[in-house]
């Protein structure tokens, strides 16, 4: 640390999260990746090149995000599995939405935020029913999008 400083700054850690999605109510989640962000690489070359190729940047693709929760029931319970089954019914336009994921530190105070832009569905899982298991049902819910972005 240098000599004065008296702030460290520490990483968050990984446990401490909020998930909002534009108009669902439903935020608690178990689990959530963040899929990866990727610029294609592209081999380029002139014949008046010397014998090597340049790279030029293609396009970005962004990796889909996992929300994983509890099977839970009552209010809200089915908005989740509802929002997949208006994809699943045609209605794309009107299903894409906006999800932030609010990372916090220890003392629940918002440190990190991606933006995940105009999410939709793609994958809809309930996890194995098991009558010699004693675990929670969780449901999985895969977001394809169209960017991902750290705002803060």
């Not at 004065?4 to 999605?21: A, C, K, M, W, Y």
């Amino acid at each position: 640390m240098p000599q004065g400083s008296t702030h460290r700054n520490d990483p968050l850690r990984n446990f401490r999260f909020r998930v909002e999605i534009d108009d669902l109510t439903r935020a608690g989640f178990a689990e959530v990746s963040i899929g990866a962000s990727t610029v294609e690489v592209i081999d380029y070359r002139e014949g008046t090149d010397p014998p090597h190729v340049r790279k030029l940047s293609g396009l970005t693709k962004y990796g889909n995000v996992t929300l994983k929760s509890g099977l839970v029931v009552g209010t809200g319970a089915l908005e989740l599995f509802q929002w997949h089954a208006a994809v699943s019914a045609g209605q794309l336009a009107q299903s894409r939405r906006n999800v932030v994921i609010i990372v916090q530190d220890e003392a629940g105070v918002d440190q990190a935020r991606f933006v995940v832009s105009q999410a939709w569905p793609c994958k809809y899982e309930a996890s194995s029913l098991g009558a010699r298991v004693n675990e929670v049902i969780i449901e999985t819910l895969e977001l394809a999008n169209e960017g991902i972005e750290r705002v803060q």
